[in-house]
Structure formats: C-alpha cells, structure tokens
C-alpha cells in the first residue's frame, strides 16, 4: 500500500542502510521501494537494511498487561498518542489503510481540566472541543504499533535485522590494505563512495552505497561524532525536550474514580490540564476498536517539566507523577489504580514555533549519507513521512 503519486522513477539497484527501524526508517524505505517499482526494472531494485536496535519497528509505543484472572488486558499508547494528515499527499498515502479500518479517526470529546488544591473537592472540568472527521486525529487499530508493523511486513525489498546496534561512522581515510584488515571502525572508500558499518562489537554489517540515519538528534550526534559528516553542527539545532508517560490501569469500570466514570461530568476521552507537572490524559479503552480492554488510562507530563527531571531516579518520578495524577483524577483508596507504570522519553519532543525554520535533512553528498527523522521538522508522524520524501529524492537525484 503506497501513493505512486509520491515515488520517483530512477533508482540503479544501490545498497542502502537505514539505521532506526521507527516510522521515519519504514517511511523511507516504503518510498525507496515504491520509486524502484516504478520504473519497471528488477535491475534498479535497491538492496534495502534496516538496523533496528531493539526487537520491534514503528516507534507508536503500546504497552499492556494481562489480568490473570479475566484474561483481558490493559493498553497503554504511552508514546505518541495519534497523528494528523494535514497535507493532500500524506492523506492519499494513508487512505488505503483507512479502507482497511487498521487507521481509523479518533473523534474524541475533550476537556481541560483544573485539579483543585483541596483533596476533597472535585477538579474543575470545562468542554473544550470534539476532534471530528474534517480536522481528524487518527489512531493505529487495535494497536498503535499495527501500523508500523504492516508497514514493515509490505516492504519486499527490504531486509530487517533487529537488536543491531549500529557503531559510530568514524571517518578513516586509509589505503586498502588498512581497510582489508579494518575490525572496528566504519570506513568510508572515497573512490566508490562506499561505507562500511560495523555493529557495536565491531563486526563488519556490510558495505553501503548510501547510509541513512533515522535515529532521535541526540543519538544522531553520538552516530555522527568524529565521522566528517559535512552538516554535524546542524544535527544539535532543533532542541529537544523529554517526556514522562505514566500507565494507569483499573481492574473494571465501576472502580473508576468518578473523575472519569461519567458521574461528575459527561463522558470524556482526552483531558488538557492546567498544571505544572501533568499536560494531557487519554483514556486508551474509550478509544475505536479498544472495547475489550480494561480501563486503562495513559498520562503524559509536560515536556518543561521532564526535561528539568530527566536524570532523576525514575521510581522517585514516578511517585510524583502519581501524586499530581491522584489530585487531577481525585481518586480515594476505593478507587486508586491497581496497576501503575512509568516509562521516559529522553527525546520525545521537538521544541517548535512559528519563528522557527525547519531543518529539513541534512545530506552529505561526498560520502553519500543523510541524517533524517521527525525532528527534522515539526516533530511528528507526518514529519516523517515528509523526511521520508525529501530522502527518496536526494537518493534519486545521484542515480
């Protein structure tokens, strides 16, 4: 599924690395593999690898737990929580998957909410909108990381290799016989404008015509530290900010805090708070195509505030997370969650405002490699796919 609209036609067959298996990575290499096939030649078809240094691709975080007793579950989307198709080209891109119901329009009824300094009184809840189909918010079914992971399985040209830890690109400009009996430094081969990568136990991964780095700026950095990488000073301008996600979950719907069951207010999905340490909550079991779960409810601090904490010991964030969580949702001991999780966002979000330019990818063209991600942009999925697009045709234009 890919918008032939989008895809170039000229691709002669380069073996590519792509280091980072999120959306940025499968993006890239579902365009890649959509120029090929539009030229009509097996013999442009690119050899395509994706380093993925954990067990799993798509970066839209699910995590859950299972009630031993009931077998259901509880879901937490605890990292990006939905995604917007502004432009007309991601809106084609996606719509086969809307057809299909594995994306669908999240049309969620919102309020802010003003927890009160008085454990006995109620927060203050005030509407604020309803996300509708025109300006909608859409959502991976029936989890956040199914999207990535049928973007992964479509791809027919391209290898996976997971749990791989990519070593930084260390430029050496060396004479064959040094590179021969090269084992554990990238080299760089100027005549052919190749590059070998080596994992981190200095293994050899391979030699590559092109090397994409999809991975968060801060790790970015440390790939390209000491390799010559024509634009390193850029890689540091977008600021990034961290993020708590903090998991709460209920054993059923009649043990809710009345924050939350619809007895002190109409039935919400999403909450915007005033506070210093808390910034939205989303309910995961109101959610489309979520009704088998148990309640679960996934709360993100505000990214100001992790970032002043994102050193400090997690159980010690954890606590004051609950705290300030307790006093929003106004939960007692009859009705305090029975299951509670904290996870940390070191690079979670990219600072954006209207003065600010964006990035954009950052290519050497010498040495043939492209640093690119979200973060590039605005800091979302369809920054991504926009990255994504400016990466298939930087790649084209050499061929």
């Known amino acids: 599924m890919t918008d032939h609209a989008s895809c170039s036609t000229v691709l002669s067959a380069p ?28 013999s442009n078809t690119p050899q395509i690898t994706i380093f993925e240094k954990s067990r799993s691709v798509g970066r839209l975080a699910t995590r859950y737990r299972s009630d031993s007793e009931t077998g259901k579950n509880w879901q937490w989307s605890f990292g990006a929580q939905f995604f917007t198709a502004k432009t007309a080209v991601f809106q084609q891109f996606i719509a086969p998957w809307l057809d299909t119901g594995l994306l669908q329009p999240w049309c969620a009824e919102v309020i802010e909410l003003t927890a009160s300094s008085d454990n006995y009184q109620s927060p203050n809840i005030q509407s604020k909108e309803q996300w509708d189909v025109v300006h909608a918010r859409y959502i991976s079914t029936p989890k956040m990381t199914s999207w990535g992971r049928e973007l992964a399985a479509a791809l027919k040209h391209t290898t996976i290799v997971f749990k791989t830890r990519v070593a930084p690109l260390a430029q050496y400009l060396q004479s064959q016989h040094q590179i021969q009996n ?12 190749q590059t070998e990568l080596f994992d981190e136990t200095g293994a050899s991964l391979g030699w590559f015509d092109w090397v994409i780095c999809t ?21 540091t301008k977008p600021q990034m900010q961290a993020c708590y996600t ?15 069951n619809g007895q002190l207010a109409p039935q919400w999905d999403v909450a915007y708070l005033n506070s210093a340490v808390l910034d939205r909550i989303f309910i995961e079991h109101q959610k489309p195509a979520r009704d088998e779960l148990l309640p679960s409810v996934t709360i993100h601090a505000r990214n100001d505030w992790s970032e002043t904490h994102v050193d400090d010991d997690i159980e010690s964030v954890k606590e004051q997370l609950l705290q300030a969580a307790k006093q929003a949702l106004n939960w007692n001991e009859a009705s305090a969650p029975s299951q509670t999780d904290c996870h940390r966002w070191r690079y979670a979000a990219t600072i954006v405002n209207k003065d600010t330019e964006e990035l954009g990818i950052l290519i050497d063209e010498t040495k043939q ?21 400016q990466t298939v045709k930087a790649v084209m234009q050499t061929q």
């Open 215 to 235: 991975a968060p700026n801060g790790q970015a950095i440390e790939l390209m530290s000491d390799s010559g990488f024509a634009q390193q000073d850029k890689i």
């Open 15 to 42: 073996k590519i690395a792509i280091i980072g298996g999120g959306l940025t990575g499968l993006l890239t290499a579902t365009l890649l593999e959509c120029a090929s096939n539009q030229t009509g030649s097996s």
């Open 182 to 193: 090269q084992t554990h430094n990238q080299t760089f081969n100027q005549n052919s404008k």
């Open 369 to 389: 490699w492209i640093v690119s991600g979200d973060w590039c942009a605005k800091g979302n999925i369809e920054s991504s796919y926009r990255m994504a697009q």
């Open 246 to 260: 903090l998991m709460l979950g209920w054993d059923d719907v009649q043990k809710l805090p009345e924050t939350l």
